[in-house]
């Protein structure tokens, strides 16, 4: 039996917000290759980011945007795809805002797009 997308989403982002709050360095420090697997779809990297996006809607707390990045780099990770966690910074107003995002294929499939932001970290080269 598989487990319905969102709620696979939803487990993951559960583990990132944990993971995030009890052990941050581990969340971006696995550096595996991803696993041979056979052909996805074209669109597997869109329907992955709608299904977090979704089951965000879902849960008790707001997960941020790096805990949605997080979550679908390993759902697409788990389908053979490879993803590229980015997190940059902008400067607006007197504040800096960080912000993370997830590119496949070099497409922005979740978050705002990278161009709204200087990238300071890159999990996999572009």
């Given amino acids: 039996m598989t487990v319905p997308r ?7 982002l559960l583990l990132a917000r944990g993971c995030l709050l009890f052990r941050p360095g581990l ?10 697997r056979a052909k996805p779809r074209p669109d597997t990297g869109v329907r992955f980011a709608r299904a977090v996006q979704r089951a965000a809607r879902h ?3 707001r997960p941020t945007c790096l805990e949605e990045a997080l979550a679908l780099e390993r759902l697409l990770h788990r389908a ?10 902008r400067r607006a107003g ?3 805002e ?3 995002w ?3 294929q070099g497409h ?3 978050g705002a797009t990278g161009e709204l932001y200087t990238p300071l970290h890159r999990t996999r080269p572009a």
Avoid: N, Q
């Fill in 6 to 12: 969102s709620f696979e989403a939803a487990w993951w």
């Fill in 27 to 36: 969340a971006l420090t696995r550096k595996r290759a991803v696993a041979p």
């Fill in 59 to 61: 849960l008790p707390f």
């Fill in 80 to 89: 053979g795809l490879d993803a590229s966690l980015v997190l940059g910074v």
């Fill in 94 to 96: 007197t504040t800096i």
């Fill in 98 to 100: 960080a912000h993370a």
């Fill in 102 to 104: 997830l590119e496949h």
């Fill in 108 to 110: 922005t499939l979740l």
